[in-house]
């Protein structure tokens, strides 16, 4: 381990020199390349569309308080590599904090799966966990045995594919409609605001204030164009995504693949114009609940934007709001006002340390398995043996 006062010189003593080279010479790049003027006048044009728009509003300093629910889960990174497939630990639950006290839960569950894309099983299979467990609060609520003002989520609401496509009926990610569905009805149901705090943001939304494809993700955009103590609602998922599908197949892909909306790529150009079409159906679809009724209100759900007062970057949240008793207004200045120093409300920071995970419970539970069995053939033995031993290091045994 590095000692606590180490700097820049330290480093350089235990890298080898073609790696420092190469490092030294992006650094100097990065630092010329600086940011563009370009993109200065866009920030500038795009506060000017904005504000022009009505959009932007300053967050209310005195927050409400509410009964809220954050749902987190969590997987140790990376997996345990074996012989007969990838296995890791998913863990997930909740910190509630009401009246002043906290409420906690957190389960989980062993994952072992034999396929070559396990990041989008897992990551698929912690969304729907987490959202099961919100429709689990929300029947608890529902029964008048818990109070629940508003569910917090870590990340978008929906699951991929939703909200641009269905998934395929009877296929694997069927019970993704279902999930969904459920939530949103019992959110309407029991008149529970949900809100997703996306942390992870590459979706360019912001470009149908242009008709144009920005070319920055909207987190960093909506950092440089609002101010601290600033928010705006860019609209709902019924305004936004069929607006978004246009720009995106008729500009975004169109510079990708062949330089520019205005090139000449006539193949490339109808390709995109039967996707678009495509997708614009894809998306009447789904809002229009022909799977699962709830799936309509995936239309309602609003897409805002905050940058909190303590100077952190924006903040992108979807906001599912079937509550007249609560506004958007109320919402985002609560979230605001529990925004801490990593840029996020503190309830997700304690939902996340609380369902964390030791890498090293890996190899506890993989020795479960071998010492819980009794007659182990060699065929199980083979199946949980380490695909690469070098690695070993990043999965050291717990003490049971």
């Not at 006062?5 to 630092?31: A, K, T």
């Not at 919402?331 to 120093?341: G, I, N, P, R, W």
């Not at 996020?344 to 920071?349: A, K």
């Not at 010492?371 to 003490?399: H, I, W």
Request: hydrophobic share 40%.
């Amino acid at each position: 381990m590095l000692p606590s006062d180490y700097g820049p010189e330290d480093i350089e003593f235990w890298i080898e020199p073609p790696l420092l080279l190469s490092i030294q010479s992006d650094v100097r790049r990065l630092l010329d390349e600086g940011v563009d003027s370009q993109v200065l006048n866009l920030v500038r044009e795009l506060r000017r569309i904005i504000e022009g728009k009505g959009l932007i509003k300053g967050i209310n300093s005195s927050a409400r308080a509410f009964n809220a629910y954050a749902i987190d889960s969590s997987y140790p990174t990376p997996p345990l590599e074996l012989i007969g497939g990838v296995m890791t630990v998913l863990s997930y639950g909740y910190v509630g904090y009401l009246n002043g006290s906290y409420d906690r839960y957190m389960t989980g569950e062993v994952v072992f799966e034999d396929v070559g894309e396990f990041e989008r099983v897992i990551t698929r299979r912690a969304q729907v966990r987490e959202r099961e467990l919100a429709i689990k609060l929300l029947r608890e609520k529902a029964r008048g045995r818990k109070e629940v003002d508003l569910v917090i989520l870590d990340g978008e609401i929906p699951i991929h594919p939703l909200p641009y496509n269905l998934p395929v009926e009877g296929g694997v990610l069927a019970h993704v409609t279902k999930v969904i569905g459920d939530l949103l009805n019992l959110a309407v149901k029991t008149g529970t605001p949900i809100i997703g705090v996306v942390k992870r943001v590459r979706s360019r939304l912001l470009s149908v204030l242009t008709n144009e494809c920005l070319p920055m993700n909207d987190k960093l955009i909506a950092s440089l164009v609002l101010n601290n103590g600033e928010y705006m609602v860019l609209g709902n998922y019924g305004e936004v995504m069929p607006q978004w599908v246009r720009v995106n197949y008729g500009d975004c892909e169109l510079r990708k693949r062949c330089g520019g909306k205005n090139a000449s790529c006539s193949d490339i150009k109808e390709l995109m114009s039967r996707r678009l079409s495509e997708g614009l159906a894809n998306i009447e679809k789904v809002f229009s609940g022909s799977a699962h009724p709830g799936l309509s209100m995936l239309s309602r759900v609003q897409v805002v934007f905050y940058k909190p007062r303590n100077g952190a970057p924006a903040v992108k949240l979807e906001v599912f709001n079937p509550s007249d008793k609560v506004s958007i207004d109320e919402l985002v200045a609560y979230l605001e006002s529990q925004t801490t120093d990593t840029g996020y409300p503190f309830l997700l920071d304690r939902v996340d340390e609380y369902v964390r995970l030791d890498p090293r419970i890996l190899d506890y539970v993989r020795n479960l398995i071998i010492k819980g069995s009794k007659d182990l053939n060699p065929a199980l033995l083979t199946m949980l043996q380490l695909t690469n031993p070098q690695k070993a290091y990043l999965v050291r045994r717990l003490e049971a």
